[in-house]
C-alpha cells in the first residue's frame, strides 16, 4: 500500500523558552522535525505532509530543506491533535493508500517499528502506536479488550481506573487517509481541555464496527521533547545509540561517551576515533583512518588511511585524499588535499588545492580573503611549502616547486623553482655584543637616577 506521512509540528513549545519553533531545535546536528522525517522515511513515502503552526515559515524552510517535495500546511490555530491532522486533508485528497501520523517532537521512532505498525494496518483499519511507561504521568491510556484496542483515554478524561492502565499512547497512528479524514469529521472537542482529539478516531471507529489494534514499542523510541532538559536527554539518548552501533560497525571509539556524532556521521570499518572528537553534520570518514582527540570535523570527507588531529579543524568543503596527514592546530575549508600530502603543523588551507604528496610547512598561510572576495592557491604535486610562507590568492606554486621559510608568495611560482619572497638576510659582524653593552649601561644608569 502507498504510504503519506503527517507530521505534526504546530504546537508553541512553551516550556522550551526559545525564539526558535520546538520541532527546530537540533538533537545530533538536524532538527527534531528532520528525524522524524527521516524514521518515517524508512516507509517510502509518496507523500510527506508537515504541518506547520508556531514558527511556520522556519520550520517549512527546514522541512523543504530536507525534503524539496515535501508538503508543508498551515494550523493557523492550535485546537487539537485531530484538528491539525485534519489541515492535510486538502494535500491528501485524492490520496489511496495509507496515512501514518506522527509528531515533530518525538524524533526517535524507529523504522522497524513502523513497519510493524503497516504490516498491522493489513488486518485492521486503525494501529496506534502504544508503549508501556514507567511513569504513564499524563499521557493518554489505551484501552484494550483481548487484542482489540476500543478506546484511548486522555489523562484529564480519565477515570481513576483508566489512570492505572500503563500502556500509553505513543501518538502515533496509522489508517487509511480516507478513513481517518472521515472518522476525524465525528471528532468534537466536549472534553477536559475543549480540543479535537485525535485519539478519539479510536472510540468512533469502534461504534462503526470497524477493527483497532495496538502495536507497542520501547519506552525510548516514544520519548518527546518539551524542555531544554528533555532535548539534552534525547541527544544523548542518540548518541549513546548512535556510538554503539559505530563500534557494532567495527570503529575504535577510545572514550565513547566523549565523541559527538550527528545523524549523518559515516565512519569506515577499523577508523580509531580517539577521546574528544566531534563530528558535525556532513563527515564521512573512510576505513583505516585516525581521527586524533580534540578534533573537530564538519561537512567533510575523510580517505583511508588518513590521520587527522590532534586539534585539527576539519570544515566544510575539506576533502582529504587517501594517507593525508592533518596535524595539530591546522584548519582545512573548502580544500581538496590530494594523495599522501602532509599538512602537520599551525597552518590554514582555505579555498585551496594541495597536489599529491606536497608538504606544507608550518605555519603556513593561504590568504584567500582580501577583505571582499575569496580566492583560490592552487598547489601542485611533490612541492615543498617553506614554514610560515604566506599564499596570497590567487597564486598558483607549480609541480616540484619549492618556497623559501617566511615567504610571501604573491605570484605564481614555475613548476620546479624555488621561490623567495622575503627580505635578504644583512648581517653586522660584533653588533650583537655592542647592543648588548649599550644597553645594560642604559639599564645600570636608569637603576642609579631612581
Ligand atoms: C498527545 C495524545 C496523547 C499521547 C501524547 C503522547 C492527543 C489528544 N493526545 O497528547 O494521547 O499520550 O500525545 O505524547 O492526541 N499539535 C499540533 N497542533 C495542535 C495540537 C498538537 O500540531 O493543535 C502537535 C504538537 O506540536 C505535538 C503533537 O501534536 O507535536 C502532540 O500534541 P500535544 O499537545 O503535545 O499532545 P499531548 O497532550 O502530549
Ligand atoms: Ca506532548
Same mark, same amino acid.
Given at each position: ?40 522515511? #524508512?516507509?517510502?513515502? @509518496? *507523500? ?6 508556531? $514558527?511556520?515559515? &522556519?520550520? +517549512? !524552510?527546514?522541512? =523543504? ?92 478524561? #480519565?477515570?481513576?481506573? @483508566? *489512570? ?6 505513543? $501518538?502515533?497512528? &496509522?489508517? +487509511? !487517509?480516507?478513513? =481517518? ?110 581521527? +586524533? !582527540? ?157
Amino acid at each position: 500500500m502507498k504510504t503519506a506521512l503527517i507530521i505534526l509540528a504546530a504546537g508553541k513549545g512553551t516550556r522550551m523558552n526559545s525564539d526558535l519553533p520546538k520541532v527546530l531545535h537540533p538533537i545530533a546536528g538536524d532538527a527534531m522535525l528532520v528525524h522524524a522525517m527521516a524514521s518515517g522515511a #524508512a516507509l517510502n513515502p @509518496e *507523500r510527506s505532509v508537515v504541518v506547520a503552526g508556531h $514558527g511556520a515559515d &522556519a520550520v +517549512r !524552510a527546514a522541512a =523543504l530543506a530536507h525534503d524539496p517535495a515535501a508538503i508543508v500546511v498551515e494550523q493557523t490555530e492550535q485546537k487539537g491533535t485531530a484538528h491539525a491532522v485534519m489541515q492535510a486533508a486538502p494535500a491528501l485528497d485524492d490520496f489511496d493508500g495509507m496515512a501514518v501520523v506522527l509528531y515533530g517532537d518525538t524524533p526517535f521512532i524507529q523504522p522497524e517499528t513502523l513497519t510493524r505498525m503497516a504490516q498491522a494496518l493489513a488486518s485492521n483499519d486503525i494501529v496506534v502506536l502504544g508503549f508501556e511507561a514507567s511513569d504513564p504521568a499524563r499521557y493518554g491510556r489505551l484501552i484494550l479488550q483481548g487484542q482489540s484496542l476500543e478506546r484511548i483515554v486522555e489523562y484529564k478524561d #480519565a477515570t481513576e481506573a @483508566e *489512570r492505572a492502565i500503563t500502556l500509553c499512547n505513543s $501518538g502515533v497512528v &496509522a489508517a +487509511r !487517509a480516507d478513513l =481517518l479524514f472521515d472518522l476525524i469529521d465525528d471528532v468534537g472537542n466536549d472534553n477536559a481541555s475543549q480540543e479535537y482529539y485525535l485519539t478519539d478516531i479510536v472510540g468512533i471507529a469502534r461504534d462503526r464496527g470497524l477493527s483497532a489494534t495496538a502495536v507497542t514499542c520501547a519506552e525510548e523510541e516514544t520519548m518527546g521533547v518539551n524542555s531544554r532538559a528533555d532535548l539534552a536527554q534525547a541527544d544523548a539518548a542518540f548518541q549513546a545509540r548512535a556510538r554503539a552501533a559505530l563500534m557494532e560497525d567495527g570503529v575504535t571509539l577510545s572514550a565513547p561517551d566523549t565523541v559527538y556524532l550527528c545523524r549523518d556521521t559515516v565512519i569506515g570499518r577499523d577508523t580509531v576515533v580517539e577521546p574528544n572528537v566531534v563530528f558535525g553534520p556532513g563527515v564521512t570518514v573512510e576505513s583505516g583512518a585516525t581521527i +586524533r !582527540a580534540f578534533s573537530h570535523l564538519e561537512g567533510c570527507h575523510v580517505s583511508r588511511g588518513g590521520i587527522v588531529g590532534p586539534y585539527a579543524r576539519l570544515r566544510p568543503g575539506a576533502e582529504l585524499a587517501e594517507d593525508v596527514r592533518i596535524g595539530n592546530f591546522v584548519e582545512v575549508k573548502n580544500a581538496q588535499i590530494a594523495e599522501g600530502a602532509k599538512v602537520n603543523h599551525l597552518s590554514y588551507i582555505g579555498d585551496a588545492h594541495i597536489g599529491r604528496h606536497s608538504n606544507i610547512g608550518a605555519g603556513t598561510i593561504t590568504c584567500n580573503y582580501d577583505g571582499v572576495m575569496k580566492h583560490h592557491t592552487h598547489i601542485g604535486d611533490r612541492v615543498f611549502i617553506g614554514s610560515n610562507t604566506m599564499l596570497v590568492a590567487p597564486v598558483s606554486v607549480g609541480d616540484g616547486a619549492m618556497t623559501g621559510s617566511g615567504s610571501v608568495i604573491t605570484s605564481d611560482v614555475e613548476p620546479d623553482a624555488l621561490a623567495l619572497a622575503r627580505a635578504p638576510q644583512v648581517e653586522k659582524p660584533g653588533m650583537a655584543r655592542k647592543l648588548f653593552e649599550m644597553l645594560k649601561a642604559k639599564k645600570a644608569r636608569a637603576q642609579r637616577g631612581s
